[in-house]
């Protein structure tokens, strides 16, 4: 038998069979009074997710695409960012203000750490121009997290926006929009949403909406003006990927029907148990400030990494995902993010001791899988 | 029982129950051999339906997000843009030029009539700096189409790049990139590829990636480049929608199977019928210049437009599109892409000729569908 597969990287994530059979029904036309219902629903169920009452614009593209939208958008001409730079993802983010032609200054911080407030604060009190801060709630390339609740705190005190690449963050670790009073938030379908890639969701707060239909961007499919127009009358302005739509009405139902905070509290465990499992397994964990969405754990020195990742797929269908940039060949990263629960986990962590075992890496088989067993009854 | 839907729309158009089984297979990662090889597939075979041995490009976006970048990179400063608008779409990609700050000039054409080779030949001698000309195939709003081989014969001779927005030719109707010499070619999924919406194409000429590849364009997310780098070990830039394009396998064996060459001709056949079904409906066909991948039918004057299409469907399951901007009201328009045969084109006659005649419409039941018959036998 094939062993069966278990995606547990950051992206993709598992899609419940619901989920996928949703998908898999014959298609429907986009301009009927039955996507439009579809569309009203799904963007209130986002609006639960996101923890907010701004407005949830679903974008067909990746959670790229939602980005740069909300990025170039929130920064007309004599804007100036600062973006927070600590993986490959916020360097993407930096990239987009580049391309775009937006000022900016980058806050390079070591990898494996998030952005801390102290220190934008610091950066704002020293540019008084900058305008709009965009971060990573989870760098999931360096699976950091930021302080991001301490840091709308900041900005929303002044006249400045936060933009929040929440793609491995929202529906996965605590995350709420407006309680903490953050501007604009994207993620992307594929991560805790449990759905195949696809779309691109951005949520826009009252405020960054003022700042954006200011001005005219020059952006047309990632502008999200149009999109925010026509979800007047729940309504696409591009066609849309209606197969992840309907996925995602019925993903948004099991989001419901767990409730956010246990699903927050879900992540949370997995997370401790894949570190409780490093100690024993002789891997250290890479992040210092570690991020509840997804693990990244150090390969050891003699353990050629792209072995170990294959052996896992080939003999336990365990399916983990590499380093990205610097950390190609050094880390291996674990998803806690969307539909994964501690047996997925436990079973990820065996796998790791039975392959690191034959491939010569001195641990004793079990003591991992005891420590996540541990760490599980402590969190019942 | 509920009426079987039959969705004759021109996008989204059926789907294939092989297709829809393919896409509802548990996800799989994008960073994989198993994705790099599915790329590859699909590319080559994406080449055959567009004819062409140049780079074809899989966004994940709607067409809208592939034509964007199409025509902003190939529009460095100093260039200037015609663009020939006819309808719709067409007028989308002139705001693209204008959203993107590109020189451009309006090549306005009647509505119903196409793209005229002898015109823009005039308009190129008129001003040299054009150099680029963007046209669609087939204009899906007002159904008509234009003349692609003899306006590439004219920009082809000179440094003139041609945009052709194939988004409802390509697949359908007769497109032979390369022996025409068109630069640049999109479409959409949603279309004659009878998959779901989610993804764009553009299959893009060596000649228009020397202009591409000349300068950076002012775009990230729908930027060809980067595809195209991606390409070269058959990935993707940003997270793509694995369901559509394994989806696209499937479909892609279905259009191989059939051939390209007969697929043209079954459209061309279904137009026909549908044409000829026109008379004896008492139904104007709308477009002077007709396309063989949709047809515009004029709604009779005493008939109203939405409750002739709301019964189409509750009667008969028969799902056609109404008209767009000042054809709202005006149009019905009946699809000939895709999965959609003789029998389908003759029951959404029969479904008209019902449900027109119990609205009061003075028509002779059966004779639309005995002319669609007798097209039928002449074609076979």
């Given at each position: 038998?094939?062993?069966?597969?278990?995606l547990?990287?950051?992206?993709?994530?598992?899609?419940?069979?619901?989920?996928?059979?949703?998908?898999?029904?014959?298609?429907?036309?986009?301009?009927?009074?039955?996507?439009?219902?579809?569309?009203?629903e799904?963007?209130?169920?986002?609006?639960?997710?996101?923890?907010?009452?701004?407005?949830?614009?679903?974008?067909?593209?990746?959670?790229?695409?939602?980005?740069?939208?909300?990025?170039?958008?929130?920064?007309?001409?004599?804007?100036?960012?600062?973006?927070?730079?600590?993986?490959?993802?916020?360097?993407?983010?930096?990239?987009?203000?580049?391309?775009?032609?937006?000022?900016?200054?980058?806050?390079?911080?070591?990898?494996?750490?998030?952005?801390?407030?102290?220190?934008?604060?610091?950066?704002?009190?020293?540019?008084?121009?900058?305008?709009?801060?965009?971060?990573?709630?989870?760098?999931?390339?360096?699976?950091?997290?930021?302080?991001?609740?301490?840091?709308?705190?900041?900005?929303?005190?002044?006249?400045?926006?936060?933009?929040?690449?929440?793609?491995?963050?929202?529906?996965?670790?605590?995350?709420?929009?407006?309680?903490?009073?953050?501007?604009?938030?994207?993620?992307?379908s594929?991560?805790?949403?449990?759905?195949?890639?696809?779309?691109?969701?951005?949520?826009?707060?009252?405020?960054?909406?003022?700042?954006?239909?200011?001005?005219?961007?020059?952006?047309?499919?990632?502008?999200?003006?149009?999109?925010k127009?026509?979800?007047?009358?729940?309504?696409?302005?591009?066609?849309?990927?209606?197969?992840?739509?309907?996925?995602?009405?019925?993903?948004?139902?099991?989001?419901?029907?767990?409730?956010?905070?246990?699903?927050?509290?879900?992540?949370?465990?997995?997370?401790?148990?894949?570190?409780?499992?490093?100690?024993?397994?002789?891997?250290?964990?890479?992040?210092?400030?570690?991020?509840?969405?997804?693990?990244?754990?150090?390969?050891?020195?003699?353990?050629?990494?792209?072995?170990?990742?294959?052996?896992?797929?080939?003999?336990?269908?365990?399916?983990?995902?590499?380093?990205?940039g610097?950390?190609?060949?050094?880390?291996?990263?674990v998803?806690?993010?969307?539909?994964?629960?501690?047996?997925?986990?436990?079973?990820?962590?065996?796998?790791?001791?039975q392959?690191?075992?034959?491939?010569?890496?001195?641990?004793?088989?079990?003591?991992?899988?005891?420590?996540?067993?541990?760490?599980?009854?402590?969190?019942?």
């Open positions: 038998m094939m062993p069966k597969l278990r547990l990287t950051p992206g993709p994530t598992m899609v419940p069979d619901d989920v996928l059979r949703e998908m898999s029904r014959p298609i429907e036309h986009h301009r009927t009074p039955e996507y439009h219902s579809l569309l009203e799904v963007t209130a169920g986002l609006g639960y997710v996101f923890q907010t009452r701004a407005t949830c614009l679903t974008y067909t593209s990746s959670g790229t695409g939602a980005m740069e939208g909300a990025i170039v958008a929130c920064c007309p001409p004599g804007s100036k960012a600062l973006v927070a730079r600590n993986g490959k993802f916020t360097e993407r983010w930096a990239q987009v203000c580049a391309t775009f032609g937006i000022e900016h200054t980058v806050y390079d911080i070591e990898w494996g750490h998030g952005a801390k407030a102290d220190r934008i604060a610091a950066l704002l009190d020293e540019d008084p121009k900058i305008n709009t801060v965009v971060i990573a709630h989870s760098e999931t390339s360096t699976t950091a997290v930021s302080e991001v609740e301490r840091i709308a705190a900041i900005t929303r005190a002044r006249d400045v926006l936060l933009v929040v690449d929440g793609i491995t963050a929202v529906g996965a670790i605590e995350s709420r929009m407006d309680d903490w009073g953050v501007d604009v938030t994207v993620t992307g594929q991560k805790a949403l449990m759905l195949p890639p696809g779309l691109g969701f951005a949520a826009i707060s009252d405020r960054a909406w003022t700042r954006i239909e200011s001005w005219k961007p020059p952006l047309l499919y990632t502008a999200p003006l149009p999109y127009k026509s979800l007047a009358t729940f309504d696409a302005p591009y066609t849309p990927a209606v197969p992840q739509v309907r996925g995602l009405k019925a993903a948004l139902q099991c989001i419901r029907d767990e409730g956010i905070e246990n699903i927050w509290k879900r992540s949370s465990t997995l997370a401790r148990m894949t570190r409780a499992a490093a100690e024993p397994l002789k891997m250290r964990v890479y992040a210092t400030d570690t991020v509840d969405s997804v693990t990244g754990l150090v390969v050891p020195d003699r353990i050629d990494e792209p072995t170990l990742r294959k052996r896992l797929k080939a003999e336990f269908g365990v399916q983990l995902a590499g380093g990205q610097d950390l190609k060949g050094k880390i291996v990263r998803s806690h993010m969307g539909y994964v629960d501690a047996l997925d986990t436990i079973g990820a962590i065996a796998a790791l001791e392959v690191l075992t034959s491939m010569g890496h001195p641990i004793e088989l079990g003591a991992a899988v005891t420590a996540a067993q541990h760490c599980l009854a402590e969190s019942a």
